[in-house]
């Protein structure tokens, strides 16, 4: 059972159905997501399973570090998209495993920059509902557990335009032949349209999230 | 120098500027590629590298299908796209030489069925300038070498129509997360319409080209 928001793209939504999951949807502006799955787990004697705010998701997410680290080797700088932040901080936790030395930075929407504020005053921010094509990453804050994590491991949070990150995930849709969805080309967007200093430096993108909705292409193309 | 269709798609002509390509455009109604191709080579010195009907470049094509058999083991079927015959005729050889029950089947658009004609007549059949959104597989018919390599090695050739090679290419585009070209999805196309019967047997399948021109994604949307 997936509670998913009301305006996810509708592949995302067919394809969840079409891998044999119930949805149950929930308005971003008046509903409590937490809320509503403490509610079914009641109701219905399920586990919860949060998108980000939990050690095991944290960990997960950050296996893809983990395997990109492994593959490639040392890196001095590792960047990934920022939404609740467990992408972020699982791959903070790789990178510091495996080469202490690699800075990890995260990428979020302009609109929605809770991450960068709550890192540079070191006290939890959050946005409400922020208007970006990243709708990935429209959480309202970092987790409790992923915001300390953040605090530790993460040099620094960066932020990109909508304009500068459609840009950059048509580039990689059309020279990488990979589908990313707009949240996932967040960390691509800031190195692609210099939002750090990348010369000579071995740096590592993360892409993730590939739930594109096609029938926006011609508006994207247009904010682009 | 790359000699290229007037009608290619903007993304494909971009690209192979960025790269470092000097274009020749040529119309496909009025003039002739290769005559192109061989008076450049003449008046500058270059050496000409044909598109498929060449030993070398049929082989090149065929490491795909090589590497896919050294990766998964014996199939029972391999399907690939079919235009010029390259990739079809070297993935055939590939087969047959890693595993010769395995049946290779190309696959070309409906409105382009030269190469089924050729098959089955066992001569040489071609098409002028086809309708069809597979613009890779326009072709005007195999090549002298692919032809014979098709008709000693390939079992079978099969066609898709230009509305569900659109509905397969935004499949794999969704599910799959790769971006590739409605000509690149033709071989997925007869497998997911059912075009063979598949049932209990292990199927290859080639994706090849993903050259897409996002401008066209709501005309394409309309004709899926």
Known sequence: VIVMPGDAPPVK????????????LYD????????????????????VIPPFD???????????????????????????????????????????????GCRV?????????DAKRSLETRELQSVHNPRTVADGARTAS??????QLVLEHVSQILTVDDAALLRTMFFVWERLKLVVEPTGALAAAALLNRRLDARGRRV?????????????VDAWRRMA
Chains 1, 2 share one sequence.
């Open 13 to 24: 939504r067919s394809a969840t159905l079409d891998y044999g999951a119930e949805i149950v």
């Open 28 to 47: 971003r502006e008046r509903d409590n997501r937490e809320a509503i799955g403490q509610r079914l787990a009641a109701d219905r004697g399920l586990a």
């Open 54 to 100: 939990h050690p095991h998701i944290v960990a997960g997410a950050g296996t893809a570090a983990l395997e990109l680290l492994d593959e490639v080797g040392a890196l001095d700088l590792l960047l990934t998209p920022c939404g609740g932040g467990g992408l972020l901080s699982g791959s903070s936790l790789a990178a510091e495993a495996r080469f202490p």
């Open 105 to 113: 930075i995260g990428v979020e929407p302009e609109a929605g920059d």
């Open 142 to 147: 970092l987790g409790v557990i992923t915001f």
């Open 204 to 216: 590592g993108v993360i892409l993730s999230g590939g739930n594109v909705d096609f029938s926006q």
